[in-house]
C-alpha cells in the first residue's frame, strides 16, 4: 500500500524545479523522494486548489507564486488527486484510487475497517470498491466489470499496511518542510500547515 499523487504538470510552470513526469502518472509519496519529486508533488497539490477565489476569499495576489499558493493557502477544504494505491505483488494487479478519490480521505480506509460499510473510489470508466467479509477484505478493481481483477487480504494485514502508509505520508510531510523553507521561505509555515491538513497529519516534529 502506498499513498500516491496523480500528477499534471501545467505546460510551461517554472515556479520551482520539478521532475520530468508522466502526465497523470502516480507518484508514490514517501520519505525518500529526491528534492525535484518532493517540488512536484508541492506543485501538484496546490494545483488542484488553483481554482480562481470565489466571494468567501480575498482576491487572487498579482505575484505569480503567490497567486499559484492562493487556493492551497485560503481554502478551508483542501484536495489531493490521488490516494491509496495497493498492489498485490504476488499477481501483479494493482488497486488504484478512482475520480473520486483524494489523499485528505485516506483515513476513510480506517473507518471502513471499523464499519463494513462498502467503500467506493470513483464511476464509470472505472469503479474501484472495497468490501469487508468478515475477516477478509476484497479489492475489486472496476465494480462496473464482472471479471475485474480483484486483491483479498486479511482485515489485520490492511491495517499493518495503513501504518505503513502513514509512516510514508509523514516521511514525505518531513521532506516537504524542509523543502518549503529553501524554495518558499516566504511561505513555508503557512504551505507546511497546509500540506498536514490536505493529508490529514499532524504537524512535522522538530528536531
Known amino acids: 500500500m502506498q499513498p500516491v499523487l496523480e500528477i499534471y504538470t501545467p505546460d510551461g510552470f517554472d515556479l520551482w524545479p520539478v521532475a520530468d513526469f ?17 517540488g512536484t508533488a508541492v506543485m501538484r497539490i496546490a494545483g488542484c486548489n488553483d481554482i480562481d477565489p470565489d466571494g468567501d ?25 490521488g490516494g491509496l494505491c495497493v498492489t498485490d505483488a504476488s499477481t501483479g494487479v494493482s488497486f488504484q484510487p478512482g475520480c473520486c478519490d483524494g489523499l485528505e480521505d485516506w483515513r476513510d480506509w480506517h473507518r471502513f475497517i471499523q464499519s463494513g460499510d462498502v467503500l467506493g473510489f470513483g464511476h464509470d470508466p472505472v469503479s474501484p470498491v472495497a468490501e469487508r467479509v468478515g475477516d477478509t477484505v476484497r479489492l475489486t478493481v472496476n465494480a462496473d466489470q464482472s471479471d475485474s481483477p480483484v486483491i483479498e487480504l486479511p482485515v489485520a494485514e490492511l491495517r499493518h499496511l495503513l501504518v505503513g502508509a502513514e509512516r510514508d505520508l509523514t ?25 498536514v491538513r490536505v493529508l490529514d497529519l499532524s504537524g512535522p516534529r522538530e528536531s
Open 171 to 195: 516521511g514525505f510531510l518531513a521532506l516537504a518542510a524542509d523543502w518549503a523553507s529553501l524554495h518558499l521561505p516566504d511561505h513555508a509555515a503557512s504551505v507546511t500547515a497546509a500540506l
Open 57 to 81: 476569499r480575498p482576491p487572487r495576489p498579482a505575484d505569480a507564486i503567490d497567486s499559484f499558493l492562493h487556493g492551497l493557502l485560503t481554502f478551508d477544504d483542501l484536495f489531493a488527486a
Open 22 to 38: 508522466e502526465q497523470f502518472g502516480l507518484l508514490p509519496l514517501s520519505g525518500g523522494l529526491s528534492t525535484a519529486e518532493v
